[in-house]
């Protein structure tokens, strides 16, 4: 898959990647003294994570929510329900004052998510 992915933009394949640890759902994972629960979230790809910091009270929601909107789910391995669901059950569970630091554009809130991204509003 990294082949096609490098591909499509312009770019040499990375070649074999090896994975030194995996990470699964209600992991905990360390660095120096942050630590972050693991959020399975699937839908943009199939292995999608977020990081909660529940002490900093932030979420890295890399390209799973985004100010405004959700991540791409048209790319192979993407599932717009998948997505959904991980937003709904997992992600808005989450307090409302939880910062979000999305993949691409400007921080956000949980509780900013929930009342205007068009995608979370009103289901």
């Known amino acids: 898959m990294l082949d096609l992915q490098a ?19 209600k992991d905990t994972v ?10 399975h979230t699937p839908g943009h790809t199939e292995g999608s994570i977020c990081l909660y910091f529940p002490a900093q009270s932030k979420l890295i929601a890399g390209d799973t929510l985004f100010a405004g909107s959700i991540g791409r789910t048209d790319l192979p391995g993407g599932s717009f329900e998948k997505i959904m669901r991980s937003l709904h059950d997992k992600v808005l569970a989450l307090p409302d004052e939880t910062a979000v630091v999305p993949g691409h554009g400007p921080l956000t809130t949980i509780g900013a998510e929930r009342e205007r991204n068009p995608f979370l509003k009103n289901r």
């Open 30 to 39: 360390q660095a120096g003294s942050l630590l972050a629960n693991i959020i």
């Open 7 to 25: 591909e499509w933009i312009g770019m040499e394949s990375p070649g074999k990647v090896e994975i030194d640890n995996s990470v699964n759902e």
